[in-house]
């Protein structure tokens, strides 16, 4: 055994044994909430616009009422003593006072099924966002999800770098409104990197580019592996959104005798391995050929 | 249009026979609200371009744009949402269901994508039994098979191309996706997902008989793809368990694509692939049918309140089993190889099995400290049936010697594990470790191993309603296991950027500030950077580096204003060899590319409400800019070409995009409202590889092209619409 996998055998190890073998550091649970209820229509007394648009909202229907009967208390928590208090803020929890981990448990008690399954332990959640950040139970702006506000936008209050790529010359269709984010990340969490909902990049992308599945009689490797190895799909100023123009792009991994490993400057600015598609002009089957001749991807 | 109007009524009958339904409750009151825009438009056109209308419609004319009814009655709800109707880019949606029950979505969505207005061609195309066929005029290929040598052949081909007709090309993806769920129980929830989408059109494609015979056909597009998902979630308290199937079909009615030759009418047994006036036509396998299915089972259980142990194994295959064509269209070819005219077996038996296991470990270890720790692995193994050819064809002209069809397979593999420390208020440090590999074979072949360990530290940080700050650094290292060992080129160290050792770095800083609780501003940078150490030639290394600044400012009025700026810098550093016949172990065939693409995007926009309630104007402004330039090295003394690299003259690509809208909204009455506005779009492409593009190169660049061409466009729009809400 190598001495990195020891070592991660010890790490792992060590954590199941605090875990296993040390339950007194485990903190026990919070106690489930204590004091009475006091019922919506309490609530409706001082906060009646509130209770209107929340009975209104999705969270107001019968979907909510199969999971709990005690309607705005079910999230703010009993509310009795507050009432009875005249309104003291002190005698409720006040979510806005709760920690990231507290406001999403709050919502997890209904959703943590479907795709938000995987959120505890989910980059967002480890990066300390709660549910809040991006929805809104009483004022959402958006007309699906109760988001506080439309996709793309909310993504690109914190993913500045891909804002601005959206505005590129070849890009998927998202300015135009027939994409989002959500398309192909999950921000709830997955098992896959960058939150792609797929267990790979590359399936992601054969949802909508079905014709590259293949497999085809000659694989061409990176393509096969990973889609990103060649393009951007965020936007990028090259054609087909690919990470650098061709022919370089290409020498970046082919450099045989004679062509690919020409230097292609300005003397050869016309020259069919640089103009118009380049490699492609010829190598048209790139990600795939099934023709028993398509070796090099030329048929 | 037909079948539009089919979809229309399917949609018609179904919104009627519900609302029935709703209707027909008793008790509770009936909720209908809605909205419709419709109007004018009018479009002024400075410079035309296919870019302009990429992904949309935007129509002269009376418009459609949305009708949205909703209408709800306790616990059942109806909702029609429909905009741009009757246009390419239409999207019509009907949902409905009953809250806590059931429910039902039915999408149908229309997608343009256009790629040149100008395209010409002298190809005419018929189809055939799956068979797409471009043919020239017999005096075309005739004349040109008869001219005295290369030079006079092209310079006639020329005179015919000026008679290039017109060609659309651009293709349309129609999408129907029916989505249904249904809980019989809170904890039990069944889906039904089935997607059909088709695609049809042209789009410019290579399609060439040697070096210097390039040729571009439109690539006839007859896709149909068929999307089917069961699934059942059951989640209680303890966990979620869900468990489904899916299955997806890609069939393609075009296999085969088969065009005429310019330069020949009938084989040539003296050709030359070089100039690509050997076979008389050209034969290419087009994208072949294909599917997959897979099963899945995904589970999160909760054994403690702050712990989660998440899973999922999915098993799936990927089949394609098309004919597979002979080697080649060319007849002369059989004297090198008697069977060159079939196929060196009937089908292509490709397969490959997928498995895919996630497990993750996510717990709070004491107050405060959280551990997520987990395994991924992706294992993609082709089980395509090698094949051994006597030769192959190269671009249908001549012969080449035996080759192997070795089914390509890798492993992924990853361990990680992070630990999540939360101190002070609302703030936590993140330390994470990953190890990850990718096992490569090709056949029987062990393409080696790359293997990458990655640590990297996060803090993020919400102290106070006015201050956010996130931070966090990545280190990794990446070793390929036939460093050296396997040479991909003989005389030089040449590496593939996919597989090779690397180095790499990140950073991302991210501060939020509210100084006044109507006053947001932000700040981003980034940095990246891979270095690959051990690649004297190939990608040797790239970095990229990014800062933005937004701005949103809200006035008591409700008016809002805001400003965004973003920089970006991609950088590649390449070097490579030039060789001849046979490999260059001479140094001063080297040469290098800088590649640079420099970004800068700002805008700014203003929603003002003029009279509360009354008039809103809204304004923005976009600018985007990209500069892609290189610079290219090479030492004097060359053995092949010029002594020195000659860098180009202008930048190798640049586009800007501007936009400037404007909407002045009147709400006449509490239902009714009426809103003018006119925009303008500006996009300029330069690019020293498309912008003298034309269709006939022969003589320039030896090609024949489309002519596909993406030019700059400004574009102005004017229009009015009328909006009434219910």
């Known amino acids: 055994m190598s001495k990195r996998k020891f070592l991660l055998l010890i790490s792992f190890f060590f954590a199941s044994a605090i875990l296993l073998f040390f339950p007194f550091l485990l903190t026990p649970g919070k106690a489930s909430a204590q004091g009475e209820y006091a019922g919506i229509e309490q609530c409706a007394m001082c906060h009646e616009d509130l209770v209107k648009s929340f009975k209104d909202s999705i969270h107001g229907k019968k979907g909510f009422e199969l999971r709990s009967d005690k309607a705005c208390e079910t999230c703010h928590g009993p509310a009795l003593a507050h009432v009875e208090a005249g309104g003291d803020k002190t005698k409720i929890k006040s979510v806005k006072a709760l920690s990231s981990e507290e406001k999403s448990d709050i919502c997890l008690q209904c959703h943590e099924r479907g795709r938000q399954m995987l959120w505890n332990g989910g980059v967002h959640e480890s990066r300390g966002l709660s549910c809040l950040t991006c929805h809104s139970v009483h004022n959402p702006k958006a007309e699906k999800s109760q988001l506080i506000s439309k996709e793309p936008e909310l993504c690109f209050n914190c993913h500045k770098k891909n804002k601005a790529q959206i505005l590129r010359a070849s890009h998927h269709p998202i300015r135009e409104g027939k994409m989002n984010c959500s398309d192909c990340h999950n921000p709830h969490g997955t098992q896959t990197e960058k939150l792609i909902s797929a267990n790979s990049i590359t399936e992601k992308c054969y949802e909508c580019h079905t014709e590259k599945r293949g497999p085809f009689l000659w694989e061409h490797v990176p393509v096969r592996e990973d889609c990103s190895n060649c393009h951007d799909p965020h936007g990028s100023n090259h054609q087909k959104m690919l990470n650098a123009k061709m022919p370089f792009l290409c020498q970046r991994c082919h450099s045989d005798t004679r062509h690919p490993g020409t230097i292609y400057d300005q003397t050869q600015i016309v020259s069919n391995r640089l103009f118009n598609r380049s490699c492609t002009n010829c190598h048209s089957t790139i990600h795939g050929s099934n023709h028993p001749s398509g070796k090099t991807f030329l048929r | ?726």
């Open chain 2, 1 to 726: 249009m037909r079948k539009t109007i089919s979809i229309l009524s399917i949609f018609l009958m179904t919104f009627v026979l519900f609302t029935i339904a709703i209707l027909a409750e008793e008790k509770d009151e009936t909720k209908v609200t809605g909205k419709i825009v419709s109007g004018a438009q009018d479009i002024k056109v400075d410079a035309k371009s296919s870019k302009f209308f990429e992904y949309r419609d935007v129509p002269m004319g009376f418009t459609f744009g949305v009708f949205n009814v909703s209408i709800e009655k306790g616990n059942r709800y109806l909702n029609f949402n429909l905009s741009n109707l009757r246009q390419k880019d239409g999207r019509y949606n009907l949902n409905f269901g009953e809250y806590g029950k059931f429910d039902v979505n039915f999408l149908w969505d229309k997608t343009p994508h256009r790629f040149s207005f100008d395209g010409k061609t002298l190809y005419v195309g018929r189809e055939e039994g799956g068979v797409y066929f471009y043919n020239l005029s017999d005096q075309v290929q005739l004349s040109a098979q008869s001219a005295q040598n290369i030079t006079e052949t092209r310079k006639l081909i020329s005179n015919f191309l000026t008679g290039a007709h017109e060609i659309g090309l651009e293709l349309i993806r129609n999408k129907g996706v029916l989505d249904i769920k249904f809980s019989p129980s809170v904890p039990l929830t069944l889906r039904v997902n089935a997607k059909r989408e088709t695609r049809n059109g042209t789009r410019p494609f290579g399609a060439s008989f040697g070096f210097n015979h390039v040729v571009e056909v439109p690539e006839p597009i007859d896709y149909k793809t068929t999307n089917l998902d069961f699934n059942a979630e059951y989640s209680k308290k303890w966990g979620t368990i869900l468990a489904g199937f899916s299955y997806s079909n890609f069939e393609n009615n075009l296999q085969t694509l088969v065009w005429d030759n310019p330069f020949r009418l009938t084989d040539n047994p003296a050709g030359s692939y070089i100039n690509g006036d050997s076979s008389a036509f050209g034969r290419l396998a087009l994208s072949p049918s294909n599917s997959a299915n897979q099963f899945y089972f995904k589970g999160s259980f909760k054994p403690l309140k702050n712990t989660r142990i998440n899973g999922s194994i999915s098993f799936g295959t990927f089949n394609q089993d098309e004919k597979l064509l002979p080697y080649t269209i060319n007849t002369v070819l059989t004297t090198y190889y008697s069977g060159a005219l079939s196929s060196p077996r009937d089908t292509a038996k490709a397969k490959a099995d997928i498995t895919s296991i996630d497990l993750t470990l996510n717990t709070r270890i004491i107050k405060n400290l959280y551990l997520n720790a987990g395994f991924n692995s992706y294992d993609f193994k082709n089980k395509t049936e090698e094949l051994n050819l006597p030769g192959y064809t190269r671009f249908d002209q001549a012969w080449e010697p035996a080759v192997s069809v070795e089914p390509y397979s890798f492993k992924r593999s990853k361990y990680y594990g992070d630990l999540t420390f939360n101190f002070l208020k609302s703030t936590s440090l993140k330390f994470g470790f990953s190890s990850s590999s990718i096992e490569r074979e090709l056949g029987e072949e062990d393409e080696g191993k790359t293997e990458e360990t990655l640590y990297h530290a996060s803090i993020d940080s919400n102290p106070t309603d006015w201050l956010l700050l996130r931070l966090s650094y990545l280190n990794s290292s990446r070793e390929w296991s036939l460093d050296d060992v396997k040479k991909i080129y003989p005389t030089f160290n040449f590496k593939r950027y996919h597989e090779a050792s690397r180095d790499r770095e990140g950073l991302n800083l991210l501060v939020s500030i509210s100084p006044l609780s109507n006053l947001d501003l932000s700040a981003s940078y980034m940095q990246g950077k891979d270095d690959y150490k051990k690649s004297d030639y190939g990608l040797r290394n790239q970095d990229f580096s990014n800062y933005s600044f937004d701005l949103s400012y809200s006035l008591k009025n409700g008016s809002s204003f805001y400003a965004f700026y973003s920089n970006e810098v991609y950088k590649g550093n390449q070097r490579s060899r030039q060789s001849g016949a046979t490999y260059s172990t001479d140094p001063r065939d080297d040469w290098s590319a800088e590649l640079k693409d420099k970004i800068d995007s700002y805008g700014a926009g203003i929603n003002a409400v003029v009279k509360k309630d009354k008039i809103n104007l809204d304004l923005s402004y976009i600018y985007s800019k990209a500069d892609g330039t290189s610079f290219l090295e090479s030492p004097p003394g060359r053995t092949a070409g010029p002594d020195l690299a000659v860098n180009f003259t202008k930048k190798i690509d640049a586009t800007t995009l501007q936009s400037i809208r404007a909407k002045l909204l009147w709400k006449i009455q509490p239902r009714v409202a009426m809103a003018i506005g006119y925009w303008y779009e500006q996009y300029d492409l330069e690019d020293i590889t498309r912008n003298d593009l034309k269709v006939d190169m022969l003589l320039t660049g030896m090609a024949i092209y489309l002519g596909a061409l993406e030019p700059s466009y400004k574009y102005h729009v004017g229009f009015v619409k009328f909006i009434y809400s219910f």
